[in-house]
């Protein structure tokens, strides 16, 4: 069973696993929460990022993606929902430039850690983009119409491509290296940052999809 569905869920697989190899926007959040805040806010982030992958592929799976793809007027305003989504991330990120005193890495309780991660699945299920990558991924993977199983295994495949991709992000950004030169750079990283999602909420906002 497994075997007539695999070349079609490996080329699925791999191409996610390009994407998250480019950097994009949960990347640079990433970036953000792993060089400010440490470790386990990170990899919580990641987390949430990969929450919202499994949303989406089960979502493009059951054909709720490609009804809102459809639907022009639900498509702007998810479209405008995560550009607003991402001036909300800039404008943090103005914010912590223009502090004048230094970021510290402090302990963060388990409430906090798990806003992150809530920001990561927020910023993964409501851009548009990402719908329109899924819908991409879920026909080469072929799995619209494949047994249970095979959507298991392949939602299952999923989850980890995001997570081991993002975390691997999220250790290597908050490792000591990083971090002091996060520290050394804060203003001109969260600036980066700052523009980066500014631009991206722009495009988003005016690049019809």
């Given at each position: 069973?497994?075997?007539?569905?695999?070349?079609?869920?490996?080329?699925?697989?791999?191409?996610?696993?390009?994407?998250?190899?480019?950097?994009?926007?949960?990347?640079?959040?990433?970036?953000?929460?792993?060089?400010?805040?440490?470790?386990?806010?990170?990899?919580?982030?990641?987390?949430?990022?990969?929450?919202?992958?499994?949303?989406?592929?089960?979502?493009?799976?059951?054909?709720?993606?490609?009804?809102?793809?459809?639907?022009?007027?639900?498509?702007?305003?998810?479209?405008?929902?995560?550009?607003?989504?991402?001036?909300?991330?800039?404008?943090?990120?103005?914010?912590?430039?223009?502090?004048?005193?230094?970021?510290?890495?402090?302990?963060?309780?388990?409430?906090?850690?798990?806003?992150?991660?809530?920001?990561?699945?927020?910023?993964?299920?409501?851009?548009?983009?990402?719908?329109?990558?899924?819908?991409?991924?879920?026909?080469?993977?072929?799995?619209?119409?494949?047994?249970?199983?095979?959507?298991?295994?392949?939602?299952?495949?999923?989850?980890?491509?995001?997570?081991?991709?993002?975390?691997?992000?999220?250790?290597?950004?908050?490792?000591?290296?990083?971090?002091?030169?996060?520290?050394?750079?804060?203003?001109?990283?969260?600036?980066?940052?700052?523009?980066f999602?500014l631009?991206?909420?722009?495009?988003?906002?005016?690049?019809r999809l």
């Amino acid at each position: 069973m497994f075997s007539d569905y695999l070349p079609q869920l490996v080329l699925a697989w791999s191409i996610q696993a390009v994407g998250i190899m480019s950097p994009g926007p949960s990347v640079a959040l990433i970036l953000g929460v792993a060089t400010s805040r440490g470790r386990l806010p990170s990899l919580v982030t990641a987390f949430g990022v990969a929450c919202g992958s499994i949303v989406l592929s089960v979502a493009t799976i059951i054909g709720l993606t490609a009804i809102l793809a459809q639907v022009a007027e639900l498509m702007t305003v998810l479209r405008w929902l995560g550009a607003a989504y991402l001036a909300w991330l800039a404008f943090k990120a103005f914010r912590n430039a223009a502090s004048a005193s230094k970021i510290l890495v402090e302990p963060v309780g388990r409430e906090s850690a798990w806003r992150t991660g809530l920001a990561g699945f927020a910023l993964q299920v409501s851009n548009p983009k990402a719908i329109m990558f899924w819908l991409a991924i879920a026909s080469l993977g072929g799995v619209g119409d494949a047994p249970l199983p095979v959507v298991l295994l392949f939602v299952a495949v999923v989850f980890l491509n995001s997570f081991v991709g993002h975390g691997a992000y999220a250790v290597l950004l908050s490792s000591a290296p990083a971090r002091n030169a996060y520290g050394r750079a804060r203003r001109y990283i969260e600036s980066g940052l700052g523009c980066f999602f500014l631009f991206a909420g722009f495009k988003l906002a005016t690049t019809r999809l």
